[in-house]
């Protein structure tokens, strides 16, 4: 298989073994758990297959996997520490996330403070009290998550943690039909969240119209939502950015994103279930924002908030000149892809959808969908795509991307994003 260009473990300091009984085999998986920080590659368990064909045909199928294969998965990297009290955000569809605030820790050489909790109904499953010892673990290498308490470690009298009994950004009602509560106000609560989102780079990419132009436009009462940019004047933006020259720029960025396909400004409106990947998915199965205002019930169920909450806003991007079609996957050239004036670098080994692409194959792929393959990270790389390291240990390419605010995809994450383009 080697000779074939067919890389294995053969290869690396893990080897491929052949172990005579479950003991010895126990023994390979302790040894390479051991050498996991070294390995060329981030590994998460051991597979273990029976080597026989006929010992394989013997055990057989079961209706999901083999009987003669199974993965042995190692434990993640975790740290206990404390957790000291739990916050609450309002996200930018209005949804209330809360982050748990931790004695800091330090877990794959970086201090981690804060840590993603999901939702109510999780945080009253693993029953967190606040002052109690959990686990965290990094779930990728990023953002860190809180795995469970530690019951005979929880100080007497600890309080369970409280929830909100009203939205923490605005003071009004939380609606709770759903385990992630969200405020009763939806993208109205979270303007600034969404405005800003809304002009990010993969929706109406307004380059330089930040936190603070946002803030102002808001406060001035010209921005109410996503379509007001639109009717912003140069006068205006220069008055919000506090420079001529930063106004005239913004307003020619507006007029350019009118431009933008559907599922950019569909993705815009901060409907709620519906990120970069699933407006694509509508937008290219509807084609007109018509079709998509039109679509009944069933053909929308996964995704909540379409339909009168958001009229309003639409009619007034229609009004506004904005773009309301998806151009035909067969119109899509190669420079209007998803990665358009992108660099894209590939480190480590591809998994999901992207699990059978070698660098040669990414490299294609990264071009169809417009974008342009780099060899190493620099200033100028749009986006890293790196598999999360379960050895613990960031490669030096992940290393040098966060330095540099580099955004780093899972291998996962970006088949999502150049979906159109896999074939
Ligand atoms: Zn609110």
């Avoid at 920080?37 to 368990?45: K, M, Q, R, T, Y």
């Avoid at 001035?220 to 639109?230: H, M, N, P």
């Avoid at 986006?383 to 996962?412: D, F, H, N, Q």
Wanted: proline share 5%.
């Amino acid at each position: 298989m080697a000779e074939a260009g067919i890389q294995t473990t053969a290869a690396s300091p893990a080897g491929l073994h052949v172990a005579a009984d479950l003991q010895e085999a126990q023994a390979r998986i302790d040894a390479i758990a051991a050498m996991r920080a070294e390995l060329p590659v981030g590994i998460d368990g051991v597979v273990v297959k029976l080597n026989d064909t006929a010992e394989q045909q013997a055990a057989g199928t079961g209706t999901r996997f083999p009987h003669w294969a199974i993965a042995v998965k190692l434990p993640a990297v975790e740290r206990q520490t404390v957790l000291e009290n739990v916050v609450w955000e309002v996200g930018r569809t209005g949804v209330l996330a809360p982050t748990a605030i931790l004695t800091a820790v330090e877990i794959d050489g970086s201090t981690v403070t804060r840590a993603t909790l999901h939702n109510p109904a999780d945080i009253r499953r693993r029953d967190l009290h606040l002052g109690d010892t959990v686990t965290v673990y990094k779930a990728g290498d990023i953002i860190p998550r809180v795995q469970a308490a530690v019951p005979s470690l929880r100080p007497s009298g600890a309080q369970v943690v409280p929830l909100p009994e009203a939205c923490p950004n605005c003071g009004g009602q939380i609606n709770k039909a759903q385990e992630r509560w969200r405020c009763t106000k939806g993208t109205a609560c979270a303007l600034p969240a969404l405005i800003e989102y809304a002009a990010g780079r993969e929706m109406l990419d307004i380059d330089g119209l930040g936190k603070t132009y946002v803030a102002a436009l808001i406060e001035s009462g010209d921005v109410t939502d996503v379509a007001d940019l639109f009717t912003l004047t140069t006068e205006k933006l220069t008055a919000a950015s506090g420079s001529a020259k930063r106004g005239v720029k913004l307003a020619d960025q507006l007029t350019a994103a009118k431009s933008h396909p559907l599922s950019r400004v569909f993705c815009a409106l901060g409907v709620l279930g519906t990120g970069r990947s699933m407006s694509r998915r509508i937008a290219r199965h509807f084609g007109t924002m018509e079709a998509i205002r039109q679509a009944d019930a069933a053909a929308m169920q996964e995704v909540e908030g379409i339909g009168p909450e958001k009229a309003p806003v639409i009619d007034k991007l229609i009004a506004a000149g904005v773009n309301m079609t998806e151009p035909e996957e067969s119109s899509v050239t190669q420079d209007a892809g998803p990665l358009t004036g992108k660099v894209v670098v590939v480190t480590g080994k591809m998994s999901g959808p992207l699990e059978a692409y070698g660098r040669t194959e990414m490299n294609a792929l990264i071009e169809k969908a417009g974008g342009r393959a780099g060899s190493s990270v620099n200033s100028k790389t749009s986006i890293l795509v790196a598999a999360p390291s379960t050895s613990g240990k960031p490669s030096s390419k992940a290393v040098k991307a966060a330095e540099l605010g580099v955004e780093v995809l899972t291998p996962e994450a970006f088949a999502d994003l150049v979906a159109t383009s896999l074939s």
